[in-house]
């Protein structure tokens, strides 16, 4: 038989993508299921993009590209930036990849080593912890807390770094909670992050134009005097409806896009080109299906936030981004992954248990709000149900 390398026993996965596949194979027995777990719009890619890339492909953009990306795509990403986060940023320093997930593993490639340390988000996006793993690096969790809007504390993630951290990973707005670290709370951690100039810092902003309330989305671009170790990523995936697409983006800190670069010729060559086309006509073109998503988002968001707190032994933080709900379950007395099994073979609705997101995650569940509103309300009945019958037939 065959040996692997140990590093490959060491990769994590994506809870999300078993907990999709065990909902299809339940739906191909006839079954009823509500698929709130799934972390992808419900929308269609909008329309003029969709054009854009089969105009692409009819005008013979069939060949490699730069392995950086097309530079009207870079262009379009700097314009779009400079527009939204009023940073001027060299097109040359940003690199165009297929998803937010070749960044995040670039970018971990680069720091994480034995004897390293690097900094992650715990709940957080599965993938930044496996991928520490699987380079040999100490992976050393921020807890991220209901109490705190599951904002980062500044003062928590300065007290972590010690001389064996090489990288920093931060996401706002959060991927699972809906969480939005303040201005305010930003400004101290750059603040502290000055006395530290050899930790770079990858800042995961793929949920960037999903805020509500009127929140600012603060990106770790705007500060100058820690410019020269940020990664920033984002991407088309979530703001465009395009998660099958595969597109994302990251700006590099000067010194290292050209090892971005190198990476990406070694491991995908290039973005498939009529894609980046497609790229380009999402951010020049119209921005109305934006804000028409955003506005079906909130007012989803606001249904289940309420709704949920209606249901004995479950409470629910407001969220102020993405498209997620981190309701706090552990009024049910039932463990997250048991609860997350028994709503999917039982209630027929499909949540993600929040340790699937690490270890801090114990006693809450991921719901996307990225459904339509009959079947979001269909769900927390059907939530509401199984647990009042559940005590019942405990009692």
């Not at 297929?98 to 593993?105: D, E, L, Y």
């Not at 992954?337 to 340790?355: F, M, N, S």
Request: with cysteine.
């Amino acid at each position: 038989m065959v040996k692997t390398a140990a590093a490959i026993a060491r990769l994590g996965t994506e809870s999300a993508f078993e907990v999709l596949a065990r909902a299809k194979q339940l739906e191909a027995q006839g079954r009823d299921i509500i698929n709130l777990g799934i972390g992808q719009p419900d929308f269609q890619t909008p329309e003029h993009v969709v054009e854009a890339a089969v105009k692409a492909l009819r005008d013979g953009h069939h060949g490699y590209t730069p392995a950086n990306g097309i530079p009207e795509l870079r262009e379009a990403v700097a314009e779009d930036l400079e527009l939204r986060h009023r940073v001027s940023v060299d097109p040359a320093s940003v690199v165009v990849v297929p998803g937010g997930k070749v960044t995040m593993f670039f970018a971990v490639l680069m720091f994480g080593e034995a004897g390293a340390e690097i900094l992650y988000p715990n709940p957080g996006f599965p993938i930044y912890e496996s991928v520490i793993n699987f380079s040999g690096a100490k992976a050393v969790p921020i807890p991220l807390r209901e109490d705190n809007g599951f904002a980062f504390s500044a003062e928590e993630v300065l007290s972590l770094i010690t001389p064996r951290t090489r990288l920093i990973i931060l996401n706002s707005p959060a991927n699972p909670t809906g969480g939005v670290t303040p201005r305010e709370e930003v400004d101290r951690l750059v603040a502290g992050l000055e006395a530290h100039p050899e930790v770079a810092i990858l800042s995961d902003e793929i949920y960037s134009q999903m805020l509500y309330d009127g929140r600012e989305h603060v990106s770790l671009l705007q500060y100058p005097q820690i410019r020269d170790r940020v990664i920033m990523l984002d991407g088309w995936s979530k703001t465009y409806a395009m998660t099958g697409w595969r597109l994302g983006f990251a700006v590099w800190p000067k010194a290292l896009a050209e090892a971005a670069t190198r990476l990406a010729i070694n491991c995908h060559s290039c973005v498939n080109a009529p894609t980046q086309f497609a790229g380009i006509a999402a951010l020049r073109g119209p921005q109305d299906a934006v804000a028409e998503m955003m506005s079906a988002f909130d007012m989803r968001r606001r249904t289940i936030h309420r709704v949920l707190n209606d249901i004995p032994g479950v409470s629910c933080v407001e969220p102020a981004g993405a498209f997620y709900a981190f309701p706090n379950v552990s009024g049910t007395g039932i463990p997250a992954k048991t609860l997350e099994v028994e709503l999917l073979e039982q209630a027929g609705v499909a949540t993600i248990a929040g340790t699937s997101f690490g270890r801090f995650g114990e006693g809450y569940l991921r719901l996307s709000y990225a459904n339509s509103q009959e079947n979001i309300r269909a769900a927390l009945d059907r939530i509401a149900g199984y647990l009042g019958n559940r005590e019942a037939r405990s009692a």
